[in-house]
């Protein structure tokens, strides 16, 4: 395992990190195969483990912490995770207001066992809670020990930056970080949020690196594949999942990753992973695995990089989706949201 730069930090993180969405979870991995699904990730040199107060509605970082008490390998772990989204039915238990924050990073530390984690992030943007209140606070939870880093996740250029600028002229804790979506498919994130995050030394942790699936390339127009994200009938995420991925242009770049994965014997996993990984800015890819068989084809997928002339058709394949598809950004990012959040 290769270990990079946090950003401006002096911290090290594995090339890769591993997410956790699926652990403790009914529809994704059970108590055991998430210590397993660990156990392997850790073991294969991944020290950068993400997860966040809202995955299997806490079960995550309960999970997490359970093994890593009782393994004790909890100072091998570079550990994030993430506060804002709802975690009950009380008028506080949601957003990045010094009150949530503040009794979040609480919660989070009694589940996983642990006086701290690595990095704490603002899961998405809180356009009711000023930026400055939201800063302040996470600044009070690293003075207190109780995070080394913070940052965020879903945010937009523009957001990240106010927020960059408020930590520098008031001398509190910066945001290191940022954790959003980024693939072939989805590569929105480099059009502001990646230029910035190189101008301010900032770490950029893309997540869905292979589309939440999408890219293994196992979905067909036809339809998902059941047992999947995208094919849970009643979760509203395999709805949103096929919204956001099942169209021809998306298709079209599967079908020409398999060609090229045939014709050059390299997994197409690995070409997926590796074009994220290559792209200047970004810091680490976060896999997720709900299984230890696709953990364990993922590391392998891993073990090596292709070779040159692949990747550079690879980026070929990236660039043509590119230039012939509509951007679609984030949500925060679209421009209503975005005119909202600065008039409220
Ligand atoms: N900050 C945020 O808002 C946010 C949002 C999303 C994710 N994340 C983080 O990023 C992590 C990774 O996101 P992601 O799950 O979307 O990442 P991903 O690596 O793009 O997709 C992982 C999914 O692909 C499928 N898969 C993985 N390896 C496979 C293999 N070898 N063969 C076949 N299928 C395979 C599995 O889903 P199926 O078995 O269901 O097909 C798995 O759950 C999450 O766990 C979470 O920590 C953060």
Redesign the pocket.
């Known amino acids: 395992m290769r270990y990079v730069q946090f950003g401006r930090t002096g911290a090290r993180v594995s090339e890769v990190a591993y997410?956790?969405?699926?652990l403790g979870n009914p529809h994704g991995a059970d108590e055991e195969t998430s210590r397993q699904i660990l156990g392997t990730v850790l073991d294969a040199g991944i020290n950068h483990i993400?997860?966040s107060d809202s995955y299997s509605d806490g079960n995550s970082e309960n999970v997490i912490g359970k093994y890593l008490e009782g393994s004790g390998r909890r100072h091998e772990v570079f550990l994030t995770t993430?506060v804002r989204s709802r975690v009950g039915d009380g008028p506080n238990d949601v957003g990045a207001s010094r009150y949530h924050i503040l009794n979040g990073i609480d919660e989070s530390l009694r589940r996983l066992r642990t006086d701290h984690v690595d990095l704490y992030l603002i899961?998405?943007f809180d356009s009711t809670t000023p930026v400055e209140e939201t800063v302040r606070a996470l600044d009070d939870v690293v003075r207190a020990g109780k995070a080394r880093y913070v940052g965020c996740?879903?945010w937009a250029a523009w957001q990240l930056a106010h927020a960059l600028w408020v930590s520098d002229v008031n001398n509190l804790a910066r945001f290191e970080c940022i954790?959003s979506?980024f693939?072939i498919v989805r590569p929105g994130l480099a059009v502001e949020t990646i230029p910035l995050c190189i101008l301010e030394k900032v770490a950029v942790t893309a997540?869905?690196?292979?589309?939440?699936?999408f890219l293994?390339g196992?979905h067909r127009p036809s339809g998902a594949?059941s047992e999947?994200?995208?094919g849970a009938r009643d979760d509203a995420r395999g709805g949103s999942l096929k919204r956001k991925y099942f169209d021809d242009y998306r298709f079209e770049v599967v079908e020409k990753l398999r060609s090229l994965a045939e014709e050059s014997g390299q997994p197409m996993?690995r070409l997926a992973l590796q074009w994220v990984r290559e792209t200047p800015g970004v810091t680490s890819p976060?896999?997720?695995?709900?299984?230890l068989d696709?953990i364990e084809?993922?590391l392998e997928a891993l073990s090596e990089d292709a070779p040159d002339d692949v990747m550079s058709r690879v980026r070929e394949i990236a660039e043509e989706f590119a230039r012939n598809t509509p951007v679609t950004y984030p949500p925060q990012v679209q421009a209503i949201p975005a005119v909202q959040a600065v008039s409220t």
């Not at 997540?207 to 699936?213: E, K, R, T």
């Open positions: 997410g956790t969405d699926n993400d997860t993430k899961h998405s996740s879903n954790q979506e693939n997540y869905s690196p292979l589309g939440a699936g293994t196992k594949e999947t994200k995208f996993i976060i896999i997720g695995a709900r299984r696709q084809s993922t």
